[in-house]
Nanobody, 124 residues
Framework: QVQLVESGGGLVQAGGSLRLSCAAS????????MGWFRQAPGKEREFVAG????????YYADSVKGRFTISGDNAKNTVYLQMNSLKPEDMAVYYC?????????????????WGQGTQVTVSS
C-alpha cells in the first residue's frame, strides 16, 4: 500500500510559478506510475500530468503542455509538478495519484491511491 502526501500549494499571481511535491511512503515507489490531477470548484477532476514507473516517459494534458513539468525521484520517493506561467484557470485542488498496473496516463480509475490534495490559488 502507498500513502501520498502533497505539498507546495499556495497563492501565486498569474504568470508566476509553483512546485508541487508528492511524497510517497513505502519501499515500492518505483513500482508505481504517478500522476497529477486537479479539481476546480463545480468541475470534474481532470488529468494534468503523468509519469511512468521508470520516470522516463511523461504525459500532459493539452492545457498545461509547455508550462508544467512532471518529474520523479525514486531515491526520494517523491514526484514533482513544476508549474510555470500559471493562469487563473489553473486554480484548483491538485491531487497526486499512484497507479500500480498502468503507465501514468489520463484515466483516473487506473490509479489505486490518492493523496489528500493541495490547494493552488492563482490571482489575476
Amino acid at each position: 500500500q502507498v500513502q501520498l502526501v502533497e505539498s507546495g500549494g499556495g497563492l501565486v499571481q498569474a504568470g508566476g510559478s509553483l512546485r508541487l511535491s508528492c511524497a510517497a511512503s513505502g519501499r515500492t515507489f518505483s513500482s508505481y506510475a504517478m500522476g497529477w490531477f486537479r479539481q476546480a470548484p463545480g468541475k470534474e477532476r481532470e488529468f494534468v500530468a503523468g509519469i511512468s514507473r521508470r520516470r522516463d516517459s511523461t504525459y500532459y494534458a493539452d492545457s498545461v503542455k509547455g508550462r508544467f513539468t512532471i518529474s520523479g525521484d525514486n531515491a526520494k520517493n517523491t514526484v514533482y509538478l513544476q508549474m510555470n506561467s500559471l493562469k487563473p484557470e489553473d486554480m484548483a485542488v491538485y491531487y497526486c495519484a499512484a497507479s500500480q498496473y498502468y503507465s501514468g496516463g489520463s484515466i483516473a480509475r487506473e490509479y489505486n491511491y490518492w493523496g489528500q490534495g493541495t490547494q493552488v490559488t492563482v490571482s489575476s
